[in-house]
């Protein structure tokens, strides 16, 4: 079976039409249609189905797109292995969200040789995966909560950077509250809550917390950064989780939350497959 062909199935099966997949991947409409109908003449099986003005995988689409992640991922560790032992060389594109980079990434930068280098976009976790997934970055930096744990396309290797508590981060004027977590949110029952604007894995802790504390939380304010969010609850709109282990300021208390004890984890995710390319296996090697 053609490769090429087998990723336009694939990306076809996630995009869920032939002109987003001509869109995503840069070709047109009519060479997606005749690619998956060659395919399908080569395997023997309609993989398509009319439905309405579009077209849908049939069961043996579907089937053959399921085979296409792995059959895929042994073709690109098949390429990497051809030169094995290559001295790292080239330009690794990254998307990653804020704290990783300046913790994490930036780091890395002054290990690597001068034959290797970083493109560096900073992303939420939502945009970055949509990235790796349309090939237009070779590694995602990302994250998510113990009590909000995100699901990993199969197509998609991901390997675990760190993790850190997360606290509740209220105006230090604030009452004080003991006990469990779910007791310390009560007591901000009636507040308002600052969430991340553009990755809902925060607000999916909060409410968790929450519905165990039997409140629905009223969620009002949205901010990207953790220095926008601390600014926000100083200026009185509202309370939000933030690292335990944020370095303290004026106007802010951070309580424990324990039993259960939210905790962010990082991870980096890269294509299956891609790991034995020797600059990207050079990064993440120094990340972890």
Do not use: C
């Not at 995503?24 to 060479?31: F, K, N």
């Not at 085979?67 to 098949?78: C, Y």
């Not at 009560?186 to 999916?204: C, L």
């Not at 917390?209 to 009223?218: D, K, T, W, Y």
Request: glycine share 4%; charged share 20%.
């Amino acid at each position: 079976m053609d490769v090429r062909r087998l990723e336009l199935l694939l990306a076809l099966s996630r995009q869920g039409s032939m002109h987003a997949v001509s869109a995503a991947l840069g070709v047109t409409t009519s060479t997606v249609s005749q690619q998956i109908a060659a395919l399908a003449k080569e395997v023997g099986t309609p993989l398509v189905e009319p439905d309405g003005r579009r077209v849908r995988l049939t069961p043996a689409g579907r089937r053959l797109a399921a085979h296409a992640v792995d059959i895929l991922a042994a073709h690109e560790a098949a390429r990497a292995d051809l030169d094995p032992s290559a001295e790292p060389a080239g330009t690794v594109q990254v998307a990653a969200f804020h704290t990783v980079i300046r913790d994490t990434l930036l780091p890395v930068v002054a290990q690597l040789p001068p034959a290797v280098r970083l493109e560096i976009q900073e992303q939420e976790p939502p945009e970055a995966l949509a990235l790796l997934e349309r090939d237009q970055v070779d590694l995602a930096l990302s994250y998510d909560y113990n009590l909000a744990p995100a699901a990993v396309d199969p197509a998609l290797e991901s390997i675990p950077l760190w993790e850190s508590a997360w606290a509740l981060a209220v105006p230090s004027h604030s009452r004080r509250t003991t006990g469990t977590a779910a007791e310390a949110i009560a007591a901000f029952a009636d507040s308002d809550w600052i969430v991340n604007s553009r990755h809902t894995a925060d607000e999916q802790v909060i409410r968790t917390l929450a519905a165990l504390s039997g409140f629905e939380p009223r969620i009002t304010q949205r901010a990207d950064t953790l220095q926008l969010v601390q600014e926000m609850i100083t200026a009185g709109l509202g309370v939000a989780l933030m690292p335990a282990a944020y370095p303290k300021t004026t106007g802010i208390s951070l309580r424990p939350l324990r039993t259960p004890e939210p905790r962010m984890r990082a991870y980096a995710l890269t294509r299956r497959g891609r790991t034995n390319w020797s600059p990207l296996s050079l990064v993440l090697n120094l990340l972890h």
